[in-house]
């Protein structure tokens, strides 16, 4: 296949659409900010992982926008066909120099008659009234209503017959739908190989390549297992081409309420892998290449959750935030974002390597119990310390002031959040409708939430606009009805346009700040109102503040003796950084049982028929005309009563951790860097 340049007029527009979406994205999100970011390679060709996958049209306009910025480089990401055809996704799309890719999941049909199977032979499908032989093929896809599952097809004996390869999950309600006999869906198989011989393409001219290897996105506080797709991409154009020297940078997308309105963000870049030519060569022998695949596939996991901040569980979460909150007095206010990012990290790594000591245990109920009297007081933990409840007549001078004050923020505000109300109202509408759909329709997804922010900045980038010119349209009418002198209609057009939008955003800028100074008005009124209360709450956070920071001063240092202290850290350490965190994590899981909590779950993903990484579709021929790019997890549906509950709708930091096993490749070269620096 000839690869065919981006002609300039395409960059231009790559460009200006960029601009664009960085000045609706600097509205929705507070604070967009990027760390290591000297680490992005300036020249040839790179593969930019991106994980977890909490956006679905967000995660990758934000990762363009700062390695542009950063970088100057365009990235080029691979999209799903399907959305490319919609007419403003796919539109923005091709702007933004994607590469479709076709999934059988979104080509289903139904078809006719209904299939049964006897679970004593699970791979065996039975029909009835069925025409197997007339439409269906080796390796097409069958898939069972309501996204239940999917297999593929490994051959059809007969109209009536034919095998899958892996068996459906064996859920109470999937083998009774299958033993009473049920309606099927099918797909016809995807030829694959001319989008990753486009990719190959792609990446021998040294160009940039964007994925978020786990395919869809997802609300999970752990990272979802990755597809071969970006090894093989990589391996593949490597092997293609011999000048090629493809570098993958993990990219860990960690953000502070993801799915809210004016949230905070840090795309952290890890060390670039760099594959070595023996790794090329055992790829391009047919009996190593699944292990080359694998192998890489462990590298790049192992990156991105060294750029990532995971953990295992909700109380793990509330334990960490609580930490980061109060230790010395608010640490973290004094760090930079990027660096709350690594403060989280470690105290996550802290809390899991000591969570079985008793002074931890005794920390995490104290902190669970202060946590409880928050919410029942309705009160945010930074305004508890601010307020002196014994000066009742200051605080009531205080309350009254800033209720003025609040109210002039109202009287400021009200012009601009009325023209943008009704944008407001749909894009929340829609949003939640895409949101429900989204929960119904996949199986990793907790809420849903990796939806909402996408929905809600597409929906206002369409309808902002339209309500916008409608009202410039109505204020020319009245102008031209009701005024004598003359005008120029399109000038007078534009201004009002401009003017409109200029009204929003201070009505954004100033409701913000009017909205932190609603939320102080409570803690007064209580400090009127029920002292008590306050001085119980504030004498627990004092005790906590100081067991806190005796613990991970205690602790930490046992963790991090070079570096604990997060206010010298500059970014020429941060190669040594990402060694030291590989060296804790490997010592951490060599002394961990495999039998942990999160087993379960690993064990009903790799059951499923269609939630594999695609190593195993990897032949000898080097044909990829049947590895998935991108995952089929929605294929799956999102009701499963074993699947634990790791992430709530309150907290204040999405936070994504799950450990697993390093592979031995990973292992070697952690401890080749260890000697060297030893």
């Avoid at 269906?136 to 593929?152: F, Q, W």
């Avoid at 859920?171 to 016809?188: H, M, N, P, Q, R």
């Avoid at 093989?232 to 993801?258: E, R, S, T």
Wanted: aromatic share 10%; with cysteine; proline share 4%.
């Amino acid at each position: 296949m000839e690869y065919t340049p981006f002609p300039w007029w395409r960059l231009v527009i790559y460009d200006l659409l960029l601009w664009i979406l960085n000045i609706t994205f600097d509205c929705f999100f507070r604070e967009i900010r990027s760390r290591n970011a000297f680490k992005i390679p300036t020249t040839g060709p790179v593969i930019f992982v991106g994980a977890p996958h909490a956006n679905q049209f967000v995660d990758p306009v934000i990762l363009m926008n700062q390695v542009k910025k950063e970088s100057g480089r365009r990235i080029s990401f691979l999209i799903a066909a399907k959305s490319y055809r919609l007419k403003v996704i796919g539109w923005m799309s091709k702007c933004q120099l994607s590469i479709p890719v076709e999934r059988a999941q979104d080509n289903l049909k139904p078809a006719k008659g209904k299939i049964f199977i006897d679970f004593n032979e699970p791979n065996l499908v039975k029909g009835e009234g069925t025409e197997f032989t007339s439409f269906l093929k080796p390796k097409c896809l069958l898939a069972l209503p309501n996204s239940l599952g999917a297999s593929e097809i490994d051959s059809v004996i007969d109209d009536t017959t034919l095998l899958i390869r892996k068996p459906f999950n064996k859920s109470e309600k999937i083998v009774d739908l299958l033993s009473k006999g049920t309606g099927f869906k099918y797909a016809e198989k995807i030829d694959q190989n001319e989008v990753y011989h486009q990719v190959f393409n792609h990446l021998s001219h040294g160009n940039c390549l964007g994925i978020f290897p786990e395919g869809g996105s997802h609300d999970r506080t752990d990272l979802l297992p990755i597809k071969a797709g970006v090894a093989i991409m990589a391996l593949g154009a490597m092997a293609n081409n011999p000048q090629c020297n493809v570098k993958i940078v993990p990219c860990g997308m960690n953000y502070f309420n993801a799915h809210k309105f004016r949230s905070r963000a840090v795309i952290e870049y890890g060390t670039p892998i760099e594959i070595p030519r023996e790794m090329i060569e055992r790829y391009q022998q047919p009996e190593n290449t699944k292990e080359v695949v694998k192998d890489l596939l462990d590298l790049i996991t192992s990156g991105l959750k060294a750029v990532t901040v995971t953990c295992d569980s909700y109380e793990t979460l509330m334990v960490v935030q609580a930490a980061r909150r109060l230790y010395a007095q608010n640490f973290a206010s004094r760090l930079p974002l990027p660096l709350v990012v690594e403060m989280n990290r470690r105290l996550v790594l802290g809390y899991e390597t000591f969570k079985n000591e008793v002074q931890v245990q005794q920390l995490k109920a104290k902190i669970l119990t202060y946590n409880e009297q928050l919410q029942q007081l309705y009160l945010p933990d930074h305004h508890v310390e601010t307020f002196d409840e014994n000066a009742k007549f200051r605080n009531l001078g205080v309350l009254l002031y800033r209720i003025i004050k609040l109210f002039v923020f109202v009287i400021l505000a009200l012009p601009g959040a009325i023209l943008f109300s009704p944008v407001f109202i749909i894009a929340k509408r829609i949003s939640s409708q895409k949101k429900k759909a989204a929960l119904a329709n996949s199986v990793v997804k907790i809420q849903a939430n990796d939806v909402v922010a996408t929905w809600k900045i597409l929906v206002s980038l369409v309808i902002a606009p339209i309500f916008y010119s409608f009202y410039a349209s109505i204020a020319v009418y009245y102008f031209k009805q009701y005024y004598t002198y003359r005008l120029n209609g399109l000038l007078l057009w534009l201004s009002l346009y401009c003017f409109n939008v200029l009204i929003t955003y201070s009505a954004l800028i100033t409701g913000e700040q009017g909205m932190d100074l609603f939320k102080s008005i409570r803690p007064l009124y209580l400090s009127l109102t029920d002292g008590s209360s306050i001085k119980e709450l504030k004498s627990l956070r004092k005790q906590l503040i100081e067991d806190i920071t005796e613990a991970v001063n205690e602790f930490g240092y046992k963790l991090f003796p070079k570096d604990f202290n997060l206010l010298e850290l500059n970014d020429e350490e941060e190669e040594t950084i990402t060694m030291n965190l590989k060296r804790r994590r490997q010592r951490k899981q060599d002394s961990v049982s495999s039998s942990n909590s999160s087993s379960s779950l690993n064990s009903q993903f790799s059951s499923s028929s269609s939630m594999s990484d695609g190593v195993s579709f990897i032949n000898s021929h080097k044909s990829f005309s049947n590895i998935p790019v991108f995952s089929d997890y929605q294929l799956f549906e999102n009701k499963n009563s074993d699947t634990p509950n790791l992430s709530r709708s309150g907290s204040s930091l999405e936070l994504n951790f799950k450990s697993g096993k390093l592979s031995d490749l990973i292992k070697n070269k952690i401890r080749e860097k260890r000697d060297k620096v030893e």
